[in-house]
């Protein structure tokens, strides 16, 4: 936790913040910064503020996104397909299929998937919901499940669509229509 009493430079504050957000690798809302640094709520929102005018300023892969009241630390729209390469490598392929099962039949219910995958449709739901990638609702006794805005992002697809990004899920993973 950062101890700002000794007269701190908004700059620490500023590179406390950003280092925060660097490594948390989810987004973070204001109450969980000031948890993780100490920091008090207004000088984190002045902080988040002038870091993402700084990013939003320079030419940069990396910008400080505002997803709802949360803040993450991404790779810009302009730089997503490069990277995404390396991200996908923290998917299994199983963890990848379920993923491209949701994205062919969205809405999906949670138990109709489970008919197709068995008991691992659980974690995998979870794994890929704590990753932002999927949107979940009750559904009676079940969940339906569909694809979140972040998920074309997450693939880098470049999909309009709800049928051109069946196509292209279907593709990636060999699915048959």
């Known amino acids: 936790m950062m101890d700002n009493s000794d007269g701190s430079d908004k700059e620490d ?10 490594s948390a690798g989810r987004p973070l809302s204001i109450p ?12 984190l929102r002045e ?18 996104k505002k997803i709802g009241t ?16 390396v991200q996908q490598s923290e998917m299994d392929e199983d963890l990848l299929k379920t993923a491209a099962l949701i994205a062919y039949y ?3 219910r949670q138990s109709d998937l489970k008919k197709k995958i068995g008991e691992k449709v659980y974690r995998h739901v979870d794994e890929l919901k ?3 990638l999927v ?5 009676g006794r079940t969940y339906s499940i569909r694809t979140s805005p972040k998920f074309q992002e997450y693939f880098g697809l470049e999909a309009g669509g709800r049928d051109e990004l069946k196509k292209l899920m279907a593709k990636k993973v060999g699915l048959d229509g």
Do not use: C, W
């Not at 504050?13 to 660097?22: D, P, T």
């Not at 949360?70 to 390469?85: A, C, I, K, N, R």
């Not at 949107?135 to 559904?139: Q, T």
């Open 32 to 43: 969980e910064l000031e948890e993780m640094t100490g920091v008090d709520r207004r000088e």
């Open 106 to 108: 969205q809405p999906v």
């Open 13 to 22: 504050i500023e590179l406390v913040v950003e280092s925060v957000l660097f």
């Open 130 to 132: 704590d990753k932002g």
């Open 135 to 139: 949107l979940v609702e009750r559904d």
């Open 47 to 64: 902080a988040v503020k002038k870091l993402r005018r700084m990013y939003g300023n320079r030419k940069s892969a990396i910008e400080i």
């Open 70 to 85: 949360t803040y993450s630390m991404e790779l810009s729209s302009d730089y997503l397909s490069y990277g995404v390469h």
